[in-house]
């Protein structure tokens, strides 16, 4: 298997994506990074490691369906057939008595010709306050997309901050994807659910057209879902399946503001026991659905269900302990901040069973 890097400073050779295109976002992410940081200059601050989760409120909001008790073969498609995908990550390096220090980052990763290349964006590092939240994200959001929405900006809890401002270079990621690629397969980590803060309708609606007018197929691969019935999460389907194959979903329905822009099946595509969630367009046909996902099985490499695009995507944006280190080195000594080493307070009460810090 071969993996290939590219950069931001791609080469006149190298045309995916177009170096034109890319070079204003990180350029506005790097602007606002500085400009939070220099806000906490020559400050202290409490070291900290920890990844930042999202829970998947809007799933509670959907209910009333059931599965599609007749399972759906598939066969891998072999003709040839460029698979992409992206993702993000965030991770707290640190608090300070204002506000918290995050690091963000993001890959897109494609499949072509047998050989994985990648483009790994970041890390942005971001000082987050009460004060300064609203500017960050509004600037931010414009060098996305080219407008922002205000609305409930300012009731946005601090600490959703870091997955609002991971969720906005997702979105440009994904947009990225959709225009630079044609006739291919573009996976996305997560639902096509909108209607949250995090993922705006009219943005996802925009994605998705963009994706349709190149003639590519989105498929969203979703880690963990809330979807239950009778108690029990669809992935831990009540009945064995004999993979590859896919469970349909039938009368999801959504409380506004939530949408659903995809059709939701359960893939089970390799033999061990694993099954994820998978939300395709809805508008594709059932047999075009069908199709788009035995072009995966025949272009990709799945594992464990998985496909191994969207795996690296994961792998590459993830941080190490390493980096967590250096990002940490870097902001003590660029802006003089002060290492406070507060003591763990679960551990100080409670001794050996003290949890600590959970991610929540």
Known sequence: MVIEQYTIATTPRYNFPNPTIPSMLPQRFMEQSIISLKQVQNRPFQLNQQIIQQNNDSETQIQGFRLNPKQITLSPEREKT????????TIKIGETSTGTLVAIRGANVWRQNKSYRYLRIGPFIFHITTENKAEVYHALERSCFGTSNHE??????????????AS????????????????????????????????PTRTMKEILAKASENNNVILAFSKMTNLRINGHVITDVPFDLKPPCLIETIGLRP????TLLGDVFVAKLTHEDYAFRLDISK??????????VEKLLGNDVISQSYPETLRLAH?????????????????????????????????????????????S
């Open 152 to 165: 409930n900006r300012q009731n946005i809890n601090i600490w959703q901050m870091p997955m609002r401002i």
């Open 168 to 199: 906005l270079l997702e979105r440009w990621l994904q947009t990225m994807l959709t225009s630079m690629i044609n006739n291919g397969l573009i996976l996305f980590d997560g639902s096509l659910t909108a209607g949250t803060g995090e993922v």
């Open 283 to 292: 508008d594709l046909s059932l047999e075009q659905k069908i199709e788009a």
């Open 82 to 89: 460029t698979i992409a995908a992206c993702d993000t990550s």
């Open 255 to 258: 409380k506004p503001p939530i």
């Open 315 to 359: 792998i590459l944006c993830t941080f190490t302990a390493n980096e967590v280190l250096a990002m940490q080195h870097f902001t003590v000594r660029k802006y003089g901040l002060k290492l406070v080493n507060r003591p763990d307070m679960h551990k100080l009460l409670f001794g050996p069973f003290g949890r600590g810090e959970v991610c």
